[in-house]
């Protein structure tokens, strides 16, 4: 398994089978931007993206990533349906508590301690959820 850190909360952990971009964003991200990488290197083979709430600065470039990729988004329900009417078009939708089973990764929704606010024009969701993932040894 390797992990690499695009700056703020943005990683890819490649399993070997899988390759699962957490909380992509990455334009406007001042790490990243300076790293000399392109939006589209780091979605290249993308298999899976996951988001672990929804604040600009975690959602970023997602929905450009999974229409690039085709690659599923893996989120708490609320925000999953959201992104999918920005035009994400798959969705692995979980809640708290929760676990997620793919081929060798696991996700699983836990309690977080962080504020969450999304802000859509007619409402605000005030969800509290994150992710926590585990890889699974062949």
Same mark, same amino acid.
């Given at each position: 398994?390797?992990?690499?850190?695009?700056?703020?909360?943005? /990683?890819?952990?490649? !399993?070997?089978?899988? +390759?699962?971009?957490?909380?992509?964003? @990455?334009?406007?991200?001042?790490?990243?931007?300076?790293?000399? #990488?392109?939006?589209?290197?780091?979605?290249?083979?993308? !298999?899976?993206?996951?988001?672990?709430?929804?604040?600009?600065? #975690?959602?970023?470039? !997602?929905?450009?990533?999974c229409k690039e990729t085709s690659a599923p988004l893996i989120a708490v329900y609320e925000l999953a349906v959201?992104?999918?009417?920005?035009?994400?078009?798959?969705?692995?939708?979980?809640?708290?508590?929760?676990? &997620?089973? #793919?081929?060798? /990764?696991? &996700? !699983?929704?836990?309690?977080?301690?962080? %504020?969450?606010?999304? /802000?859509?024009?007619? +409402?605000?969701? &005030? %969800?509290?959820?994150? @992710?926590?993932?585990? #890889?699974? @040894?062949?």
């Amino acid at each position: 398994m390797q992990i690499t850190w695009f700056g703020h909360s943005c /990683f890819r952990i490649d !399993t070997g089978k899988s +390759r699962i971009l957490i909380d992509p964003f @990455l334009t406007g991200n001042p790490t990243f931007e300076g790293s000399g #990488h392109t939006v589209l290197d780091v979605a290249k083979g993308m !298999t899976h993206v996951a988001l672990t709430h929804g604040h600009e600065d #975690h959602t970023g470039d !997602t929905v450009a990533i999974c229409k690039e990729t085709s690659a599923p988004l893996i989120a708490v329900y609320e925000l999953a349906v959201h992104m999918a009417s920005l035009g994400v078009e798959k969705i692995d939708p979980g809640n708290t508590g929760g676990t &997620l089973y #793919h081929e060798d /990764f696991d &996700l !699983t929704f836990v309690p977080s301690w962080h %504020s969450y606010a999304v /802000f859509h024009a007619d +409402r605000v969701d &005030l %969800s509290r959820r994150l @992710l926590r993932a585990r #890889h699974r @040894l062949p």
